[in-house]
């Protein structure tokens, strides 16, 4: 086979396990605290990847320079961390923390249903696409490899920019350890005077934005229309239970698993693309219940 | 050699640093009833989860009625035989007492069939006499999370004694049943299962229990088994006064 | 025989007269009673504590083999329903191996991703699905009989009343069964039921396999009385309205399944005109209402009715509620 499409399908998959991994972190990272999945991430990446492509769109037609793309991704993330994941949490998942599993799934299954229509109202059915920040950074030659400056380096940096920004802020900083001390033991936590609910409510947010971030990125590579935000909280799911729920770093792995898997499907078996990962979640899963990372739970009788 | 009801052979596990068991040698033979007694954290609870395959020991085999059940799950011990009441009482807290039993009686059935209601199996009668038997027959109809723990952990050896076993392992039987009633109760229970053939196995930590009821008994001290005999040599031994009798009483 | 059970007779003895009372709401009722026995597949597995959200993938798997089978030359009723449930049950049993392994979270959403790989694989290959534009489903005949298409769908009608008191019959003689009785403890007590000799998993998948010859039996009524089978089937929005009818019919009871399944539709024909674009976000918000407000749904409602009323008659109360909830 031509090395330039083993080239090819290497960056693809790179520049989309980048992507994928920025939503899957933020999926991950509010389970590990909360303990809750949120079926509505999907459509927080939806909104994030509408808000960067409508606004764009009009301020770019209005004159105003390109590179203005950039900031307001960072903008696009932060309104959907904190006008729509502080409220989900603060108004909801804070009602329901202690009621059974199941429940949880249904609340956050109710907001994903809510959102998805929300998205509808604002942004009707027709698919935007604005491409100016990709444009702008112009196609860099590897290996006699065409392609583009923002998602083969831009994407790929800004992934691992927050997976070790993260590692350092759970670590290092007096908040990080607040989270990592409330994720261990929240009893204890509050007991030393920890507020656990300002805890869940920050990691919430943050986990939104990230969700946010992820839909700004990809928004100048694709098109956004209808129906990516259920896509895309199936795909994370799958990165996050490849990877064990709660897991950031395995995320970034299973991230790289899949998203290299789904671009060599591409130019191979282009039928399959869809289902690669899927496939790639139920091989690990077979295998390993608990995903790569995840430690099996012990039931003490 | 007569073939023992239950054989733990060399049983070998650790939690992190912590050995729960050290080389464990143990014969548990038909009919004699055996209390296993030892300070708190010695790997009493742990040796019954492993007789019972919840889990597996590092090194070692355990035996019921001569065949090696090291590596089955519990599922596969209990249909051979081996039924378990828990320490904390493990019971299907949606369901009445009564209803707990029927779902215990139609799992040893192995009951299919859609069309045969659950309250038309033919053993209520005699699940109503394990309740009486356990004293529990006034609160048949409540659901079981209504009830007192101790209630509930009479209940779930009545689910445990459903299934008809050879062996019966209980995880201190009467801890939080009331003291007034320990003995009434245990009275009653070792008659039963004198009656049904029923060998018995108890961890326990009341010591009048222990003299009364167990015909034989093994101190299980920082995952070894250190001593067994006759409930008056080992209740009176100075070893067992000074690790055992002395932290409960303390 | 109480209040309790007058009424729900008498319901059933209204729907039955609809074609002659109401023909307008015919082919609106026979969609909801098949939905309804879909929603029994969801409300199945509620009762063992799990949730799923997707599955409409044996909605659409049971439509597109009935839709196969009406292309063939053996495109009868009877025929279909027979192969279209009867693929329903075997991706069921597939499906189910690998999905009873989990529960709550991984259970619901690996359920989800499966429908999305089947909806996906629909889109596709469309020289064999017909893509996104579906496959179309002739009337079949009725055991050899060709009939017109206003007998036709008054026979459906009843045969999908039919088959909702039929298999709600079966799934209640189910739950109050021993096998069934051991099934719903998966959402109690695993550690026990193992205790018991039992194994949780196969336990959980004969209901699970029950729960998508369900879904499956209201898949193909559907199809047939559409005459079209689509992706839309097996599309995650068909399985949270699955979920939705389950939780507002009451989790976890039956005859809630069909008092919700019949009341979303007529209210959806009517309201669908003023709220067709925010029909998600209603629904979404109505089931937020009751989960967190009126957990027990319609069924718990007519309940805690029926108890206040029956209180007034004899004193002796209900001892505990018929309708076991999910979230108690």
Known sequence: MDYTIVLLAIFDGLSYAALVFMVAVGLTLIFGVLRILNVAHGSLYAIGAYLTASIGGAIFAAGFAPILAFPLMLIAAALVGILLGGPIEYLLLRRIYHKPEVLQLLVTFAVFMILEDVQRLVWGNQPYFEASALQMLGNIQVFGVYYTVYQLILLPVVAALTLIGLRVFLRKTLTGRLITAVTEDREAAQSIGIDANRVYLLTFVVGAGLAGLGGALASPTTSVLPGIGAEMIVLSFAVVATAGLGRIEGAAIAALLIGLGRSAATYTFPELQVLVPYLIMLAVLLVRPEGLFGSPAARKI | MSTHLLEARDLEIRFGGVVAADGVNLTIDEGKNLAIIGPNGAGKTTFLNICTGWLKPSRGQVFFLGEDVTRLPPRKIVQRGVARAFQIPQLFSEHTAMENLLIAVSAREGRQSPFLQMEAQPERDEMRELLDLVGCADVADARVDALSEGRRKLVDIAVALALKPRLLLMDEPTSGVASSEKFEIMDILVKALARADVTSVFVEHDMGIVKNYADEVAVWNAGEVQMRGTPDEILAHPDVIRDVIGEEAA | ?328
């Open chain 3, 1 to 328: 025989m109480t209040i309790r059970h007058i009424l729900p007779a008498i319901a059933l003895l209204l729907i039955a007269t609809i074609p002659f009372t109401a023909p307008a709401l015919q082919i609106l009722l026979t969609l909801a009673l098949a939905k309804a026995i879909a929603v029994m597949g969801v409300t199945l597995l509620l009762r063992a504590g799990q949730v799923s959200f997707g599955h409409a993938l044996f909605f659409g798997i049971a439509a597109y083999a009935a839709a196969f089978v009406a292309a063939s030359s053996l495109d009868d009723l009877v025929v279909l329903l027979i192969a279209g449930t009867l693929g329903a049950a075997v991706s069921g049993l597939i499906v189910g191996l690998f999905v009873v392994r989990y529960r709550g979270i991984f259970f619901g959403m690996l359920n989800l991703a499966f429908s999305m790989i089947f909806w996906s694989v629909l889109e596709k290959f469309y020289h064999y699905t017909g893509g996104a534009d579906g496959l179309r489903l002739p009337r079949p005949s009725v055991l050899g009989l060709s009939l017109e298409r206003a007998p036709f769908e008054l026979l459906l009608f009843y045969v999908t009343l039919g088959l909702t008191v039929a298999l709600g019959w079966f799934v209640l003689r189910f739950l109050g069964s021993p096998v069934g009785q051991l099934f719903q403890t998966v959402k109690t007590n695993e550690t026990r039921l193992e205790y018991l000799g039992i194994s949780a998993r196969t336990t959980l998948l004969k209901g699970y396999v029950l729960s998508a010859a369900l879904c499956g039996t209201g898949g193909i009524l559907v199809a047939v009385a559409q005459g079209i089978v689509t992706p839309s089937y097996a599309y995650w929005i068909r399985s949270g309205e699955m979920v939705f009818i389950a939780v507002l019919g009451g989790a976890g009871s039956i005859p809630g399944a069909v008092v919700g399944a019949v009341a979303y539709e007529v209210v959806r024909a009517y309201a669908a005109a003023f709220a067709a674009d925010i029909w998600q976000l209603v629904l979404g918000v109505f089931l937020l209402a009751v989960i967190l407000f009126a957990p027990g749904g319609l069924a718990g409602i007519y309940e805690g009715l029926a108890n206040r009323l029956s209180r007034r008659d004899a004193p002796s109360a209900n001892r505990k509620p018929a309708a076991k909830e999910v979230h108690s």
